[in-house]
């Protein structure tokens, strides 16, 4: 715990000084989903980059 405690620390010493909580928390939920990301990746658990693109094209029609 005290390894996630010191990461979050050295994050928010590295944003700017005008910085809101609401731009904290967003920051921390986007590291968190990109972790969560690769950890299913590691995991085999993914698709490839010509899937993804057919899942874009249809989204984005």
């Known amino acids: ?3 996630v405690k010191e990461e979050v620390i050295k994050m928010i010493q590295k944003m700017p000084e005008k910085i809101s909580i609401d731009d904290i928390m967003e920051e921390l ?3 968190k989903k990109v972790e969560a ?4 990746l590691d995991k085999g658990k993914g698709i490839s980059h010509k899937e993804a693109k057919k899942h874009l094209k249809k989204w984005l029609s």
């Open 1 to 3: 715990m005290a390894k």
């Open 29 to 31: 939920y986007f590291r």
């Open 37 to 40: 990301g690769i950890k299913e």
